[in-house]
């Protein structure tokens, strides 16, 4: 009995000596993986600060819309950044959100570029569907997009020289037109009669002009794509009528168009030489 307690005693203690060898170098593995991030850290750091990941100038800015590459003016217009600046303390986040302040840019990605040290910026335009006329002015007011985000023409031009305008034209003033325009266009953009112009000029009183001929609409409502409906359906009306002849259509109630002819004596008036 005293040799089985003598062998377990020795046991024991060569376990124990075995358990202290493993939590020294678990000790010892743990001091070198410390350094060693320490030291990765600290070499990251000392490259970061390093001269070279300095912004200097736009040259170092890549921006792109879809493939298009922009130039240098065009970013120089559009982005707000002091020269030179550590490529660490620019914010890529508040500079995208700076361009999507710009009424020309709908969307914008900003990332960092360690080689060459620069940044990358992608942006989405906003896209043009109508022409913005004030009446009391010459020259167009600017571009509309769907949701009727009024866009300086020169502006957009910057972005996209090769612009090409859209046929649809709105006259008023965007405090006339502006808080249903989105509306309103989603319902004109689903007419298979070509419309060429909106008239918001009058809230009482939305005025279309087609292939048909002017369109009298009422205020704006919801009934507008019902009024679309059936300005589709008078269509059938070029076997009956020659549109020439018709002064406007009246399509305040859409259940009871309207078709209001021009005087004889005017249309005498206009053939007269």
């Keep these: 009995m005293a040799g089985i307690v003598s062998v377990s005693q020795k046991d024991l203690a060569q376990r124990r000596q075995k358990i202290r060898r ?14 060693a991030i320490s030291g990765l850290a600290g070499g990251l750091l000392w490259v ?3 001269p070279i990941w300095v912004l200097n100038t736009p040259k170092q800015i890549v921006m792109k819309s879809g493939n298009q590459l922009l130039s240098e003016a065009t970013i120089k217009s559009l982005l ?13 986040n508040a500079i995208a959100d ?3 302040q710009q009424p020309t840019i709908a969307q914008a990605t ?20 109508a022409i913005a006329h004030n009446p009391n002015k010459q020259s167009p007011a600017g571009l509309l997009d769907a949701t009727g985000v009024l866009i300086p023409l020169e502006k957009y031009k910057l972005v996209n020289p090769r612009i090409k305008l859209p046929s ?16 309103i266009y989603a319902s004109l953009s689903q007419s298979p009669v070509k419309i060429s112009e909106v008239d918001g000029q009058d809230s009482t009183n939305l ?7 002017n369109v009298h609409l009422g205020a704006f409502s919801p009934q507008l794509s019902e009024q679309i409906k059936v300005l589709a359906q008078m269509r059938s009306l070029s076997a ?3 549109f020439s002849q018709i002064n406007y259509i009246d399509l305040k109630n859409p259940a009871s168009p309207l078709v209001h002819l021009k005087p004889t004596n005017q249309k005498l008036n206009s053939q007269t030489p």
Excluded: C, H
């Design 80 to 92: 707000v950044i002091s020269y030179p600046q550590s490529l660490w303390r620019i914010q890529p």
């Design 207 to 213: 005025i279309l002009k087609t292939e048909l001929g």
């Design 22 to 35: 493993q939590r020294q170098m678990k000790a010892i593995q743990a001091i070198w993986r410390t350094v």
């Design 240 to 242: 009956k009528m020659d």
């Design 168 to 183: 649809l034209k709105v006259v008023g003033t965007p405090e006339q037109y502006g808080s249903y325009w989105s509306q």
């Design 48 to 50: 970061a600060l390093q």
């Design 98 to 100: 700076s361009l999507k």
């Design 110 to 129: 900003v990332n960092r570029r360690l080689f060459p040290p620069g940044l990358n910026i992608e942006i989405q335009e906003r896209v043009p569907v």
